[in-house]
């Protein structure tokens, strides 16, 4: 069963900042099966990235997917006020990593 | 528009049963896979189950094998997730989600039912 590892827990940001998100799997990982998903609370999640880095419908081109194998990263390039929420990535429709939260600094 | 939409939800006792539906509208019910996920208070999300769209080919997370079973009546555009056995830790709000294949990520998802199991 292939693990994920993201890192870190929390960020804390300012708008204006760029975010790096990091993914990490316990073994080689087909890029065409790794996604990242935005959770805000009270909302169902929504799909920003799949295929480690083609954008969902709707997903501004301020965030970006990157990666092979094993490390795969997430990065907005300006945060927005309304990109403060959870980060998930997950593989093949099925385990999730544990999240990273995007906070207000 | 695709919509989809969780009913079932509720309190139950551990070791009860409840049953979950998701209905799909707006998209081509039968020619795509539909996961459930689920989120516990505090906690991540988590991968519970997935159905294939037409030969119900069915997944599980290890988690919920052999207490859990997925099912799906294409002829009205239903999906459910029969829960056995349930345990507390089985407490969370369950979202259903429409994929392209099993393996490929869920793009739509429903707002979620929630399931308290307590005694």
């Known amino acids: 069963e292939i693990v994920l590892t993201q890192s870190p827990g929390t960020l804390s940001l300012s708008p204006g900042e760029r975010a790096t998100l990091s993914c990490r799997a316990s073994?080689?990982?087909?890029?065409?099966?790794l996604a990242w998903y935005q959770h805000k609370l009270g909302q169902p999640p929504k799909l920003l990235i799949y295929?480690?880095?083609s954008r969902a419908t709707g997903t501004p081109d301020r965030f970006s997917g990157s990666g092979s194998e094993t490390d795969f990263t997430l990065t907005i390039a300006s945060l927005e006020p309304e990109d403060f929420a959870v980060y998930y990535c997950?593989?093949?429709?099925?385990?999730f990593g544990q999240g990273t939260k995007v906070e207000v600094k | 528009e695709v919509q989809l939409l969780e009913s079932g939800g509720g309190l139950v006792q551990p070791g009860g049963s409840l049953r979950l539906s998701c209905a799909g509208s707006?998209?081509?019910?039968?020619?795509?896979?539909v996961a459930w996920v689920r989120q516990a208070p505090g906690k991540g999300l988590e991968w519970v189950s997935t159905?294939?769209?037409?030969?119900?080919?069915?997944y599980y997370a290890d988690s919920v094998k052999g207490r859990f079973a997925v099912s799906r009546d294409n002829s009205k555009n239903m999906v459910h997730l029969e829960m056995n056995s349930l345990r507390v830790e089985d407490t969370a709000i369950y979202y259903c989600?429409?994929?392209?294949?099993?393996?490929?990520?869920?793009?739509?998802w429903g707002q979620g039912t929630l399931v308290t199991v307590s005694s």
């Open positions: 073994q080689r990982l087909d890029s065409s099966y």
């Open positions: 997950q593989q093949y429709g099925r385990t």
């Open positions: 295929a480690t880095s």
């Open positions: 159905i294939s769209g037409r030969v119900n080919d069915t």
């Open positions: 707006g998209f081509s019910f039968n020619n795509f896979a």
């Open positions: 989600a429409k994929a392209r294949v099993t393996a490929t990520p869920p793009d739509s």
